[in-house]
């Protein structure tokens, strides 16, 4: 078992439910409904939308959501359509979105290689002009917190009744984060999980971006439409697909369809 499999249990889900309550969660909504522009009739794809906490706060069809969790998705399917698959191998058609949102580092889980597959198909079901939102920890706010603390550094978090103790450790050769959580429910010890993460800088995203088709439109540093700054929590970029791949990647693929031959 991989620790994603691992780390998104009930407990994990219940933890959601009080740390990105629905305040939360309906601002989130709101920043997303913005910036892709979503509405009624035109559609956006959850990727990774777990047990749909932004889903329940969009227009009622403008959102499809999809994740590998069939026990999450039996309530986020309340809020709209959803389909069970690998968001590393996207079960749709061709233009088939007007845009995708990707939230709380699930960019970022399964590492570069992955997560540039994930954005060429991304690339593919988002039809020309549509958007793509990217929400991702601020790797230079982390790398900041690097050089003063050193690789490894200890942090309280605390949501509802849990209280959940932290130890991160940071490898900056790699940009890999490995976070030990131990869980603490109403003074009970629930155990431990580990989070694993690739984090990106904003120059990185851009490049990854623009290798398959999308121009960054916007940066934010939070939901609240704050400017990303080098000292914000998060890096959200809005993207626009700029009507097809580039032409660095249709080079790759000749060059690869080619050697094939050989």
Same mark, same amino acid.
């Given at each position: 078992m991989?620790?994603?499999?691992e780390f998104f249990d009930d407990i994990y889900l219940d933890f959601m439910m009080h740390y990105r309550g629905g305040e939360?969660?309906?601002?989130?909504?709101?920043f997303i409904q913005k910036?892709?522009?979503?509405?009624?009739?035109?559609?956006?794809l959850d990727v990774a939308c777990g047990h749909g906490r932004h889903m329940a706060h969009l227009p009622r069809d403008s959102a499809v959501g999809v994740d590998i969790?069939?026990?999450?998705l039996?309530?986020?399917?309340k809020f709209g359509d959803v389909i069970q698959a690998d968001v590393r191998n996207l079960p749709f058609r061709r233009n088939a979105f007007h845009g995708a949102y990707i939230m709380h580092s699930t960019?970022?889980?399964?590492? *570069?290689?992955?997560?540039?597959? =994930?954005l060429t198909w991304l690339s593919g079901v988002i039809k020309p002009g549509g958007r793509l939102l990217i929400d991702v920890a601020n790797k230079e706010k982390i790398e900041d917190i690097y050089a003063s603390l050193g690789e490894v550094w200890n942090f309280w978090i605390s949501a509802g009744p849990y209280r959940v103790l932290s130890t991160a450790y940071y490898n900056p050769l790699t940009s890999r984060i490995r976070?030990?959580?131990?869980?603490?429910?109403?003074?009970?010890?629930?155990?431990?999980?580990?989070? *694993?993460?690739?984090?990106?800088? =904003?120059g990185e995203l851009r490049i990854m971006l623009s290798s398959v088709g999308f121009v960054i439109e916007e940066v934010y540093g939070d939901f609240n439409g704050e400017k990303y700054r080098r000292q914000s929590d998060r890096i959200i970029v809005v993207a626009?697909?700029?009507?097809?791949v580039s032409r660095t990647l249709k080079h790759a693929v000749e060059w690869a369809s080619e050697n094939r031959q050989i």
């Open positions: 991989s620790w994603i499999e939360i969660s309906r601002a989130e909504a709101l910036a892709l522009k979503a509405e009624p009739g035109v559609r956006a969790n069939i026990q999450y039996k309530t986020a399917k960019f970022g889980m399964f590492g *570069e290689e992955v997560e540039m597959e =994930l976070e030990v959580r131990h869980i603490y429910r109403a003074g009970q010890y629930l155990g431990e999980r580990t989070l *694993e993460l690739t984090l990106y800088s =904003l626009v697909k700029t009507g097809g």
